[in-house]
Nanobody, 127 residues
Framework: EVQLQASGGGLVQAGGSLRLSCETSGVTFDDYAIGWFRQAPGKEREGVSCIDTSDGNTYYADSVKGRFTISGDYAKNTIYLQMNSLKPEDTAVYYC????????????????????WGQGTLVTVSS
């Protein structure tokens, strides 16, 4: 059974940093993609950053390129999202999700492509 648990959210001032963690169980880190998504109040859930653990390929939304970095410590079954230079518009509930990879060279990035979801962690960036 695949389970994911996101943590690390909190309140930070604009320009600050946070690191989110996604602890996984039941995931084989050669067969899965792990994604970070976020949902702001009144908005749809959107893909932020995703990683194909089989080859290390990554995806970043344009809004976070150059500021966020996704990485993994597979020995700890954990995927991280390092968030730097945070902006008030980054305020949202952040979720991690997992899906089995199917297409070589393509990193899943849409919510509908992910089958397993953890609970969210709230990130609030004050101006």
């Amino acid at each position: 059974e695949v389970q994911l648990q996101a943590s690390g959210g909190g309140l930070v001032q604009a320009g600050g940093s946070l690191r989110l963690s996604c602890e996984t169980s039941g995931v084989t880190f050669d067969d899965y993609a792990i994604g970070w998504f976020r949902q702001a109040p009144g908005k749809e859930r959107e893909g932020v950053s995703c990683i194909d653990t089989s080859d290390g390929n990554t995806y970043y939304a344009d809004s976070v390129k150059g500021r966020f970095t996704i990485s993994g410590d597979y020995a700890k079954n954990t995927i991280y999202l390092q968030m730097n230079s945070l902006k008030p518009e980054d305020t949202a509930v952040y979720y991690c999700a997992a899906t089995e990879t199917a297409v070589i060279g393509y990193v899943p990035r849409e919510t509908g492509e992910y089958d397993y979801w953890g609970q969210g962690t709230l990130v609030t960036v004050s101006s």
